[in-house]
């Protein structure tokens, strides 16, 4: 059985702020609320850059928690979500927005 590092890094410094290690069977979407959490409160995340692993409500609603920007792809053939919640409004402008140009941009 191998390993998966997920790190958080602080994008001006290169300084690595969280960090957690999982068995090669643990999802990613459920690991992102926990790399927020190593980070003080008081500390400011301006945003959040990963891959479309992490396009999950769980994932939207701790970002928006910490005020930060979600910058995650949706998954392809992605639909909007109910927007009930503000993690959901902040995904569903990125799902109209993937649509004109594409997910790639």
């Known amino acids: ?3 998966k590092i997920h790190i958080g890094i602080y994008e001006e410094t290169l300084e690595v702020r ?3 290690v999982t068995t090669n069977n643990a999802g990613h979407a459920p690991l992102l609320p926990e790399l927020l959490d190593q980070n003080p409160l008081d500390q400011n995340i ?4 990963a891959d479309e692993a992490y396009d999950a409500r769980k994932c939207y609603g ?3 928690a910490r005020n930060a920007h ?9 639909k909007s ?5 503000a993690g959901a409004i902040a995904r ?3 799902v109209t927005a993937s649509r004109y140009p594409g997910r790639a941009i």
């Open 1 to 3: 059985m191998w390993r």
């Open 18 to 20: 969280a960090v957690e």
């Open 46 to 49: 301006g945003s959040v850059t």
């Open 62 to 64: 701790a970002i928006v």
């Open 70 to 78: 979600a910058i995650i792809p949706p998954r392809k053939n992605s």
């Open 81 to 85: 979500w109910n927007p009930k919640s």
């Open 92 to 94: 569903n402008e990125a």
